[in-house]
């Protein structure tokens, strides 16, 4: 459900939504549930140039593809004038047939005779006629006529197969490079991005978007082009049989392309809206599963239902704004070609009638004149899968765009086993320029020692842990591990010496073994089971019917929580960290299992240095320095014993969690607090060697 921050990190996170939903807030919700108001995309053009640049590292096979559609264009619209020709051997031959002279009498002669009756425009028909008075149809010159059609066909559409195969080809090879980028981008994103956006509308960019990124090119591209060079071949062609109704034809283009520049650009918001509510109502969903017992439990499930109804219903209007009204482009556009087609075949008719045009002609440019419109609706029906596309490369190319983490500077390495010391040197850093969080920090963490960090919620307890992490970069100071500062070091280096047990144990879906064993991939099975032994998960996965085998589910519903955390802090043991970092690592676990927890942390923080942040002040009474912090600076620091007797900070927060007067503390600072002695965990551990 909401994400767990500390108060300190609350501003930085409203101000990079806002940020946000400044730079693009078509269709956008906030993490809250409110509705954005919608924008279309700010840069089509050049958003969908540079997706067709996509394909510039393929420029050969692009070229080959294109020189395929080229030749199947070139035969498509030569086709129908062979076909003409045909429908003219046919009408001489029906004509010839009917036409009988006397003998002597020839074809030019009757027309001369009805010329000077005055029957001119039967003349005119006569004489562009290439007939044989008496004489049938011509079937060998047709059969020829008829065989060069066929082939012309056939051959275009070998070279269409081709060049649909070839650049499916190259296009499911852009979307596989696209796919890596993306995950190469989140790989190096730094951690505050996600902490400002809803985690179902990033998977619906790198999902989603990229899928239909996939039928844009796979389908919209090269129908497009394709519709283009026939759009252009066939004007030449209707431009070489007759100029008069070639204009004609033409004047639907503009009024074509008038109607689509309009209806499409009023298209173009609405599919930016539509994927934008994809990817708020996926946030939606997913935050319904991840939180579905707490929903449960507080009794919100209409709530839900009704915030996923609100988002339901502005994804439906905005799919059914886009598909309606990239659907009006077609049917416009069909209408404009319908009123073409009645003035071509009107005139054209006259123009046979007049002789001014053969009937071959005629068929063929009336073909022509349907062809025409057929590519020009193509081109019409794909401005909605190619906006829709175009939308969705917007938002891929912005997740792309994103500012990464700071480059790295790696000048130093470290040894594959430290001895933890680590140095706070006028640390200051803030998640908001106008609100400081941390400021002019100084500590040191001596080798081997825990170091126990406590304070009340938003002061900077996981800051301070994430910044050891270089999860965020300094502002000023420096942090230095064992005399190196952590910038100097690549951050694989420094995390592969770090260990973390976070609050919200984190299984993924496997089996116990595999991950135990994540924590270090190459250890061995022995290596497993001993770190299973040594932080207690060897006595309940003994139980299990597949022991360590049993494979967790996708939810890690078959385990408890506080099975999850033991495996996780198992997980940590195995990977035999120098630094060692705890966030709350008992706070799932039963007060039993909190004691056995506790005994295998005094095992695992032995040789390394340990940072733990812990709100329960019972866990950390052993440890060597407590910092408490209040508002990002360290007010005290010391052991327990000391920090209890200055009646400080500490003091308060220690007093707060246990129930009684200040006096009764005083008089027995041990009476609400259960110490991790051998007695404690005695009775488990005889379980364990019964077992």
Known sequence: MARKKESGTTTAVDQELAEVDEFDTAGSTDVFGDAAPVRKAKHFWPSAKRLVGLLAPHKLGVFISLGLIAVYVVLSVIAPRVLGKAMDVIFAGVLGQRIELPPGATKEGLVEQLRAAGETT????????????????????????????????????????????????????????????????????????????????????????????????????????????????????????????????????????????????????????????????????????????????????????????????????????????????????????????????????????????????????????????????????????????????????????????????????????????????????????????????SFDADPGHTVAIVGPTGAGKTTLVNLVMRFYELNRGRIVLDGVDITDLSRADLRSKVGMVLQDAWLFGGTIMENIRYGRLEATDEEVIAAAKATYVDRFVRALPDGYETVIDEEGTNVSAGEKQLITIARAFVANPSLLILDEATSSVDTRTEVLVQKAMAALRSDRTSFVIAHRLSTIRDADTILVMEAGRIVEQGNHETLLAAEGAYYRLYQSQFSGPAEDIDANPDTSVTPVTDAAVAEPLAEDQAH
């Open 122 to 441: 039967q003349a005119d028909m006569l004489n562009r006629i290439d007939f044989v008075p008496g004489q049938g149809i011509d079937f060998t010159l047709l059969s020829r006529y008829i065989l060069i059609v066929l082939s012309m066909y056939f051959v275009a559409s070998i070279f269409m197969w081709a060049s649909g195969w070839l650049l499916n080809r190259l296009v499911m090879r852009v979307i596989y490079n696209l796919r890596k980028d993306v995950e190469d981008k989140l790989n190096r994103l730094p951690l505050n991005y996600f902490d400002t956006r809803q985690r179902g509308d990033v998977l619906s960019r790198v999902t989603n978007d990229v899928d239909n990124i996939q039928n844009a090119l796979q389908q919209a591209i090269s129908q497009l082009i394709q519709s283009v060079l026939t759009v252009l071949g066939i004007v030449i062609m209707m431009f070489i049989v007759s100029w008069q109704l070639a204009l004609i034809a033409l004047v639907a283009l503009p009024l074509s392309g008038i109607a689509a520049g309009v209806i499409g650009s009023k298209a173009q918001g609405k599919f930016t809206a539509q994927w934008k509510n994809t990817g708020a109502l996926n946030g939606q969903i997913e935050e319904s599963f991840s939180g579905h017992e707490l929903m449960k439990v507080f009794g919100r499930e209409q709530d839900m239902v009704e915030r996923f109804n609100k988002r339901n219903d502005e994804l439906y209007k905005a799919s059914f704004g886009a598909q309606f009204m990239s659907g009006m482009i077609f049917p416009v556009m069909q209408f404009i070609s319908y009123l073409s087609y009645v003035g071509i075949a009107v005139v054209g008719g006259l123009r046979v009638a007049s002789g001014a045009l053969s009937l071959g002609d005629a068929t063929a440019f009336i073909q022509y004149s349907r062809e025409f419109t057929q590519p020009l609706g193509q081109m019409a029906g794909l401005a909605n899968m190619l906006q829709s596309g175009v939308a969705s490369a917007e938002r891929t190319f912005e997740l792309l765009d994103a500012e990464e983490q700071d480059p790295e500077n790696a000048t130093r390495e470290l040894p594959a086993r430290t001895d933890g010391h680590v140095s706070f040197e006028n640390v200051s850093f803030s998640y908001s320029k106008d609100k400081p969080l941390i400021e002019d920090l």
